[in-house]
Each structure stands twice: as C-alpha cells, then as structure tokens.
C-alpha cells in the first residue's frame, strides 16, 4: 500500500461519494540532495529561529503564523483556527464539469497525484465513476484544498485508477506575446521546411518515458564518485557552432539522420502515419 500524503476525503459525482485518498505520482527520492556545510571544518550548517529584532533564538513552541496587511499590521492566525477553516473542497473533490482532455493547454497543468479508493467501503462506487469516465472518453473538472490554497484539479480515468493534476491559474501563466515579438510573420523558404520535415521523419518513434535519463544526475554522481576517490575531474563545455549557412546544416544533418540507428523508442514513422500516442492515454 502506497504512503498517504495526509489528504484523504471524499470523491462526489452529483449525489453519490466514495471515501479516497491522494498519493504523489511522481518522486523526487532518487536526485541528488546537497548539504550545506561550512569550508574551513566541513561541519553541517543547521538553520536556527532568531527574533528578527533582538537575534535571540527562539523555541519551536513559541512560533506562530502571522499576515502582515496592507497597513503593516501584523495579524497572528493559530493552528487551531487553520483546522477549523473548512470550506467543501476540504474533504470533497466534486467532478463539476466534464469535458476532453485535450482541451487542457499543457500550460495549465501543474502537480499529477493517484487517486485511489480510501478502504473497500467505496471501491464499488469509486469502480463505477472510473468506468463511466472511461467509456465517455471524458475528464472532470473538480476542486480541492492542498497546501492552505483550493487548487483547481482535472481528474481523468485510466485503466488502472484516476489520475488527479492540480491546475495553476490563469494569473500564472505569463502572456506568451512578449516572448515570441521578436518572431516575424515572414514566408520560409519551401525547400528548408522539406529538409527539416525529413529530419523530424528520421528521428520520430513512440514516446517510452523507460528510455528518458536525467542526463544531468547521472553527470553530478560520476562527479560525486570522482572526487570521493580523489580523481582530478576536469571540466568541458561545449558550446553549439553557430549556423551560417542555413541550407547547407540541413542538407548535413539529414545526411547524419540517414546514417544513423532510428532513435526515439521505436522505428521512424511514415510521413503518412499518425502521431504515437502518450503512455495513459485513451
């Protein structure tokens, strides 16, 4: 049985509800972690509570959370006053609204969590909402309390549970004009699309997330590895050449492409094919 994270409650599709819980689907477990240490005595540097003003310590047990307004005025809120603010996402996911979840710009979607039935007492009902999600081909919009905020959720089905992936709000997602300004309106030269549509052609396969590395991991642990047993490790960064002449870097490089093994997973897809699905999807 998965760890809980400390939220369970209740999944509603109109008048009936399941009793759940949500479990983080992703890991942060296997990266490597740094400590802070001070470089005369390789000591730990631990970080105590200090009055701000007077820069003594101060106990655990003297701390408390506290807002300051507009007007600078401090406002002390206690733990027992958070427990009781309760609003319905609290404890309920309720699947207001149903809808394809194709519509979801990637843009939006934040933080994925499984959400599975919370004991056998609602796994017949949990069983039902998955399997009518699943035949409709549909996910839900929904609401939940995590972290002291109600996050905005979509809840889709899979063969194996539901899948729950926090939202972030319009106000964080930055307008992308300011970006892509500088990018002209201009017609491209024919020819240079072709080349790079037979590249993409050479290097298309199936989406297998077994085959992605962090390749950037692996490089910090040989480096953690080489300085253990007091290797002098040396350090190289390779900058990409610039392109000069455009056509000529493409005609190269699907010259490479057709020498080289497929790569991407799986073998290269017609130009007549259809796009590989992602793992999970309908």
């Known amino acids: 049985m998965p760890r809980q994270t400390g939220w369970s409650g209740y999944l509603k599709l109109s008048l009936v509800s399941c009793p759940v819980r949500l479990t983080p689907a992703t890991t942060r477990a296997n990266r490597v972690s740094f400590h802070r240490l001070d470089r005369a005595t390789h000591n730990r540097i631990e970080m105590w509570p200090h009055d701000a003003e007077s820069g003594e310590a101060v106990p655990r047990d003297r701390l408390v959370r506290g807002f300051e307004s507009a007007e600078g005025k401090l406002v002390v809120v206690e733990d027992e006053e958070l427990a009781a603010l309760r609003i319905e996402s609290s404890r309920t996911i309720e699947l207001e609204r149903f809808f394809d979840r194709e519509e979801i710009d990637p843009l939006y979607l934040d ?140 005609k190269r490089s699907l010259d490479v492409e057709r020498r080289s093994p497929p790569r991407g997973g799986g073998r290269p897809s017609s130009s007549k094919g259809g796009s590989a699905k992602a793992p999970g999807g309908d």
């Open 111 to 250: 933080a994925p969590y499984r959400l599975s039935p919370d004991g056998a007492v609602g796994a017949e009902t949990f069983a039902v909402i998955r399997e009518a999600m699943l035949r409709r081909r549909k996910a839900a919009l929904g609401r939940v309390v995590l972290g002291g905020r109600e996050r905005l959720v979509a809840v889709e089905a899979r063969p194996d549970g539901l899948l729950l992936t926090t939202l972030r709000a319009a106000a964080e997602v930055r307008d992308a004009a300011p970006y892509f300004e500088e990018i002209r309106d201009e017609p491209v030269d024919e020819d240079m699309v072709e080349l790079a549509t037979r590249i993409i052609e050479r290097k298309s396969g199936h989406f297998d997330p077994s085959r992605l590395e962090d390749r950037y991991q692996t490089a910090l642990r040989r480096l953690i590895a080489a300085k253990e047993a007091g290797d002098v490790v040396a350090t190289q960064q390779r900058e990409p050449a610039p392109v000069i002449d455009l056509m000529a870097a493409l």
